[in-house]
């Protein structure tokens, strides 16, 4: 009895001793309610146990994060989306036009003589979307919509999301892949006469890995056309569903996570690819519609076509925006990103190694020029062989002149931009430097 009297005692004056000695009354309950009311009113900021105080460096990340660094993601990823434009107006132009020249010079020489790298990488690539445009012309369209329709909304979203992972594995292998096949190609040009055979084998090789994974790429593609032709299409919102569930999923995935300056900058390259993608899309949907829609049907079109680029931009900045904002990554450098895009533009060798905009189009121009085929044929006229074949040969010298005047402006623009923008950023830089 007397040891816990003791102890009693001296926990009592432990308390005593820090009350007295730091001025604290740390279980005070004496104030009135008034008195508590009054305090708390007269304390500074109403908010100030769950927030802190903030200063400059808090004021520039917030506007950073809405004004400073959307505009600078959205003129990045619109360059990347012309960039590959211009690269997919090349495969329908440039290419066959150098293929067309080759075969000439044979056939005008009468002489064999071995073709150079390039000229094998042209045929390689051609190879490629010729075996992928006959193989989806036996696909039936019509069936695999069917299938993907009866599907329920919640299905349609893990369709779709499935298809756009598969997507950008395929990107990224393809791109290995043909890699691979020019370096096959340009050893094949160079290689000595004893080593012709190894050549040979190697390039063939790696010519039949390039066609089955661009078949494989190009069928995905096609299955996302049509699941997002099916949304379109369907009179139960499930446009609208598909996009909320995708694109926040998308934010969620990607927001929260820890990402290195590469790693952004290789992110908003795959993002001007999927916004290519998406116009391949539209593109396609546009053909189903002239082909089969009945009614008025052309508003109805734009407004949906409307309603997902404006989701897919709104998306992007907002995941960009908050990914910069969690990672301390500064709205300079999305412009140091569109600069080194202006310079693989110009073909300048960076200083350092950088990442590049890495895009073959060889699967979505196969995929276009499937869905576009059955639209000539449905307005090509009714008449005997040799004018049938006359109209089709005035519709490719139409389109050919078309596609090629569109490629010469939007490669010069490209160039000319990146020029402008290269020279502007230099002259910033000297600036910063001299003083």
Not at 372 to 380: D, E, K, W
Request: glycine share 4%.
């Amino acid at each position: 009895m007397c040891a816990f009297s003791i102890s009693i005692h001296n926990i009592s004056s432990i308390f005593y001793f820090f009350y007295f000695f730091f001025g604290l009354d740390m279980f005070s309950v004496d104030k009135s309610p008034l008195k508590y009311f009054m305090e708390e009113m007269s304390n500074g900021n109403s908010l100030r146990s769950t927030t802190t105080l903030g200063n400059e460096k808090e004021r520039e990340r917030v506007y950073d994060t809405i004004f400073r660094l959307p505009w600078r993601c959205e003129l990045l990823i619109d360059v990347g989306f012309f960039v590959c434009l211009d690269s997919f107006l090349s495969l329908l132009t440039i290419m066959p036009t150098r293929i067309l020249m080759t075969l000439w010079r044979l056939v005008h020489t009468r002489q064999f003589k071995r073709p150079s790298g390039a000229e094998l990488s042209d045929f390689g690539c051609f190879t490629i979307m010729a075996c992928g445009v006959i193989l989806l012309e036996q696909t039936d369209i019509s069936l695999i919509y069917h299938m993907i329709r009866g599907q329920g909304t919640i299905k349609l979203y893990v369709v779709y999301n499935v298809l756009e992972i598969f997507d950008k594995l395929c990107q990224s292998f393809n791109g290995d892949v043909l890699q691979t096949l020019f370096n096959s190609a340009d050893g094949l040009a160079s290689c000595p006469t004893e080593n012709m055979r190894f050549w040979i084998w190697r390039f063939t090789c790696d010519q039949a890995l390039a066609v089955t994974a661009s078949i494989i790429h190009s069928f995905i593609l096609l299955a996302q056309a049509i699941t997002l032709s099916t949304c379109i299409v369907a009179h139960n919102n499930a446009l609208f569903a598909l996009l909320v569930s995708n694109n926040f999923a998308e934010i969620k995935s990607n927001v929260f996570k820890r990402y290195s300056k590469e790693n952004i900058h290789s992110l908003v390259y795959f993002d001007s690819v999927e916004r290519f993608h998406i116009s391949a899309f539209i593109i396609f949907i546009l053909a189903q519609n002239i082909l089969e829609a009945e009614g008025p049907w052309f508003e109805s079109f734009l407004f949906n076509a409307g309603v997902v680029f404006v989701c897919e931009m709104i998306i992007d900045i907002v995941k960009h925006s908050f990914i910069a904002k969690f990672n301390d990554i500064k709205p300079i450098a999305y412009s140091e990103f569109l600069e080194d895009l202006c310079k693989q533009t110009l073909n300048i060798q960076p200083e350092t190694a950088k990442k590049n905009l890495t895009f073959i189009p060889l699967a979505p121009a196969c995929v276009v020029i499937r869905v576009l085929t059955p639209v000539y044929a449905a307005h090509l006229p009714c008449s005997p062989l040799p004018w049938k074949l006359f109209w089709i040969l005035v519709l490719f010298a139409m389109n050919y002149v078309m596609l090629t005047s569109l490629k010469v402006l939007i490669g010069m623009g490209l160039q000319k931009h990146a020029s402008w923008y290269v020279n502007r950023c230099r002259k910033r830089k000297h600036h910063l430097h001299y003083d």
